[in-house]
């Protein structure tokens, strides 16, 4: 069965700190989708990052970086030089392919960063 | 560009009232749509997905019913509310694609609470 694991419930930096939120999924699919979310105190999930399973490059996007690795079932996620508004709870969520006309997310069970100034 | 509306964005209703939470998106067509609900642990829950008109799929027996009149129109309903029904109600979409997943893009959220 899918499973996403998002081990750390809470973290708490100082501005301007590094910070990596762990994600490790559980799948039987050789193909496959990767994603991460961000939920502010507004409520709004706003789409951050997709990544299938046949890319194993890491991205970068100003601040925030992803390493993908197949080899461990993760696919966790850098803020760097994190800010106040970094302030959030991040869900990393997985998707099969080939899932017909619909794709149904697993989401883990999201880590809340709070940055203090 | 497309936008995802939901409304009311709050809602406090009694025990044993009707329910209506609704959802439209615009700038496509065809969409797959979906709701959610997450409760006070943050976990989020897949409700209902939608394919098409008149095409639901429930994951979750549950007090909840979804209807979708139109292509970019998803309703949930409920006849009588629970104290369990609260929570964070949200609504997604995304593009609709053949043997192949993409982005789910997701709605403000309707708070409801039920006293």
């Known amino acids: 069965a899918q499973k996403v694991t998002q081990a750390q419930t809470e973290i708490s930096v100082v501005e301007k700190e590094d910070v990596t939120l762990d994600c490790v999924y559980e799948?039987?699919?050789?193909?496959?989708?990767l994603f991460w979310y961000k939920q502010p105190p507004s409520g709004e999930l706003v789409f951050l990052i997709r990544r299938n399973s046949f890319d194993e490059q890491n991205e970068i996007s100003g601040r925030y970086s992803w390493n993908f690795q197949k080899s461990t079932s993760s696919f966790n996620f850098t803020i760097t030089a994190s800010q106040v508004v970094d302030s959030a709870v991040y869900f990393c969520?997985?998707?099969?392919?080939?899932?017909?006309?619909?794709?149904?997310?697993?989401f883990g069970t999201g880590t809340l960063l709070a940055v203090q100034p | 560009s497309q936008t995802i509306h939901q409304w009311p964005a709050t809602l406090v209703q009694p025990v044993g009232s009707p329910l209506s939470l609704e959802c439209t998106v615009e700038?496509?067509?065809?969409?797959?749509l979906y709701w959610y609900r997450q409760a006070a642990g943050r976990g989020l829950q897949l409700l209902f997905y939608s394919v098409g008109i008149g095409q639901i799929s429930s994951e979750v027996p549950q007090n909840l019913s979804a209807s979708r009149p139109q292509d970019r129109q998803f309703i949930l309903s409920s006849k009588k509310l629970l104290l369990s029904d609260s929570g964070f109600y949200l609504c997604a979409w995304s593009p609709r694609l053949f043997l192949r997943t993409d982005t789910q893009y997701f709605g403000p959220g309707t708070r409801l609470t039920v006293l």
């Open positions: 700038g496509t067509s065809n969409p797959n």
């Open positions: 969520a997985l998707s099969e392919a080939g899932g017909g006309a619909t794709n149904k997310l697993i």
């Open positions: 799948t039987r699919d050789t193909t496959y989708y």
